[in-house]
């Protein structure tokens, strides 16, 4: 069974910084594009950054700067760097990772980590 488990997540201060982690297991193929999604309440989920297979990168606009993606492939882990930190951050953050398994090709989704960012 195919499971991504982000961590990292919590409260910190405005220009604080925090690390996320969504770290993938089971029967895994093939990664072509990992990336990072955030979902404040009353909004729309949202993409925040993305890591194709050619190790391409593509950020939000209101992150661009700040935030830096990457991911470990020994670790099968994604990061999500996010540095100078502001209220309009705060968000459940998701990962997703489209994949071929043995469950064949599709889009698997983490179940989330809040991020809270106030003074």
């Known amino acids: 069974q195919v499971q991504l488990v982000e961590s990292g997540g919590g409260s910190v201060q405005p220009g604080g910084s925090l690390r996320l982690a969504c770290t993938i297991s089971?029967?895994?193929?093939?990664?072509?594009?990992m990336a990072w999604y955030r979902q404040a309440p009353g909004k729309e989920r949202e993409l925040v950054a993305s890591l194709g297979s050619q190790d391409t990168t593509k950020y939000a606009d209101s992150v661009k700067g700040r935030f830096t993606i990457s991911r470990d492939n020994r670790k099968n882990t994604l990061y999500l760097q996010m540095n100078d930190l502001r209220p309009q951050d705060t968000a459940e953050y998701y990962c997703?990772?489209?994949?071929?398994?043995?469950?064949?090709?599709?889009?698997?989704w983490g179940q989330g980590t809040q991020v809270t960012v106030s003074s």
């Open positions: 089971g029967s895994i193929t093939s990664i072509y594009l």
């Open positions: 997703r990772s489209y994949m071929r398994t043995d469950e064949g090709l599709s889009n698997y």
